[in-house]
């Protein structure tokens, strides 16, 4: 080793590894040139080392041990060789000065809060070889602005983004099928929208948990939403969950005051404590027929935590059989604080007929004018006669039956509130 001036540190030639803790707290050290044969920097080998303005890495490095570079806050600008495979736990944590960075196309691995509140990152730019992010990986890197997540990528763990409220653009790959990890893009309040890829199954807990800035939300082919998982994302407005969506977690969206419109697939099976709770934007409301449970609370838990308690603006429900009977749960409990427990109560599936259920859009509301009112009752009056014929020939299944478009059915149903329709006909 060899130093040129007391602010330049110019590694020895034939260097292959830079010990643990060799340099740790020497805020003296300027510029760091290391030679070419270095092949690994050990743990703690800079940490502290804050003035730190230019660092030059070699072709041969191959991994960057934990700690190696933390507290080094006066980096720039970090280009890292296209020789290195993997970068350790909190490697550059805190390195808040770090604007410019460049990762290689070997890297595979990011380690646990490697990037840790690194504020000054704008664009990151994650490279095609990239298969994992450890956990808090990038938390708090407040400015990072558009995220690129690589089609490589099988794992993110927990708080991998968590608090990066920069960033606006989010570009998911198609390849991913998890995101598995807890917390993952909690409090990214800038993102506005998110487009999950086809492929992807599950959402981890809390994984868009306050990012209050989302407008467009689109949930691609989901099985499972986790706990929490976008509580508090206050900017959805319109929500459509997809036909595969089987679980919904608690309090999944507690707290989504915007959302007005929801759609529940009618292959859902489960629906948490608390998953829709305080969605003061709701107002109607279509539950799957076959839903087996849905979140009223239990023995142990003191609080109510029903699945749509304090829903205050929620007058409109129709329900299972066995939950507008309170078989399945308590409606009590589960509607806590709705109106409509102060209104007409559940409306059970057995009440509508199955083309009217089918095609009963929860969006309806009263803005039709008299005119359009009365060409929805000139129509009606013909659907009434078709369930007549149905039901007349119910026995003749050679029989043909006719029956209104089901296009013609949405423009009616756009026209006329749903809950008016019920006396128009027995």
Same mark, same amino acid.
């Given at each position: ?37 270095v ?5 703690f ?14 072709? /041969?490095l %191959?991994?960057?041990?934990?700690? *190696?570079f933390?507290?080094?806050?006066? @980096? &720039?600008a =970090? #280009? +890292?060789? !296209? $020789? ?13 000065g770090?604007?410019d ?9 990011i ?5 840790f509140?690194?504020?000054?990152i704008?664009?990151?730019h994650?490279p ?16 990072i ?6 089609d /490589?990528? %099988?794992?993110?763990?927990?708080? *991998? ?5 920069g @960033? &606006?653009g =989010? #570009? +998911?790959? !198609? $390849?991913l099928?998890?995101i598995g ?8 309040a800038g993102i ?10 599950s ?5 868009f948990?306050?990012?209050t800035?989302i407008?467009?939300l ?5 099985r499972?939403?986790?706990h ?7 900017g959805?407005?319109?929500l459509?969950?997809?036909? /595969?969506?089987?679980f919904?977690?608690n309090? *999944? ?5 915007g959302i007005?419109? =929801?759609?529940l697939?009618?292959r859902?099976q ?12 709701l ?6 027929q076959?839903l087996?449970s849905?979140?009223?609370?239990s ?28 078989e ?7 509607f ?7 209104g ?19 969006t ?11 060409c ?6 013909v ?8 039901e007349?020939q119910a026995?003749?299944?050679a ?7 089901c ?10 509130p ?6 128009l006909?027995?």
């Open positions: 080793m060899a130093e040129a001036a007391p602010w330049r540190l110019v590694v020895a030639d034939g260097t292959t590894k830079i010990a643990a803790k060799a340099y740790e707290g020497r805020t003296d050290i300027k510029e760091v040139v290391l030679p070419a044969s092949v690994s920097i050990g743990t080998a800079f940490w502290g080392c804050s003035g730190i303005v230019k660092l030059r890495l070699p072709g /041969t %191959r991994s960057i041990d934990d700690n *190696a933390r507290g080094c806050t006066g @980096i &720039v =970090l #280009h +890292l060789p !296209d $020789t290195l495979r993997s970068i350790g736990s909190r490697a550059f944590m805190g390195c808040k770090i604007v960075l460049h990762f290689p196309d070997t890297l595979q691995s380690g646990n809060s490697a990037f509140q690194c504020s000054g704008v664009h990151l994650l095609d070889t990239l298969q994992s992010v450890g956990h808090s990986a990038f938390s708090r890197c407040t400015g602005v558009d995220l690129h997540l690589p /490589t990528l %099988r794992s993110m763990g927990d708080s *991998a983004f968590r608090g990066c409220s @960033i &606006v =989010l #570009h +998911l790959p !198609d $390849t099928h998890a990890g807890e917390d993952v893009f909690y409090g990214c506005v929208e998110v487009h999950l890829p086809d492929t992807l199954q959402v981890g807990d809390g994984a948990c306050g990012c800035g407008v467009d689109r949930l691609g082919r989901l499972s939403v986790g929490y998982a976008f509580k508090g994302c206050t959805i407005g319109h459509f969950l997809p036909d /595969t969506l089987q919904l977690g309090a *999944a969206f507690f707290g989504c005051t007005a419109n =929801l759609r697939p009618g859902l489960s629906i948490g404590d608390n998953t829709f709770a305080d969605c003061t934007g107002a109607a409301l279509v539950l799957p076959d087996a849905i979140g009223q609370g023995a142990h838990v003191g609080a109510v935590v029903g699945a749509f308690k304090g829903c205050a603006s929620l007058a409109r429900v129709l329900a299972p059989d066995t939950l507008a009977r309170g399945a749960a308590d409606p009590t409990k589960v806590m604080g709705c109106p409509v427990l102060a007409g109560g559940l409306t059970p599936h057995s009440a509508v007929s199955p083309l009217r259920r089918t095609l009963w859009h929860q309806m509301h009263a803005w039709c004018t008299a005119g359009q009112r009365r929805v009752l000139a129509v009606l009056v659907e009434l006669r078709v369930d007549a014929l149905a007349a026995q003749d299944t029989a043909p039956l006719r029956s209104l478009p296009e013609l059915w949405l423009v009616i149903l756009q026209c006329i749903r809950h008016s329709l019920g006396r006909w027995p």
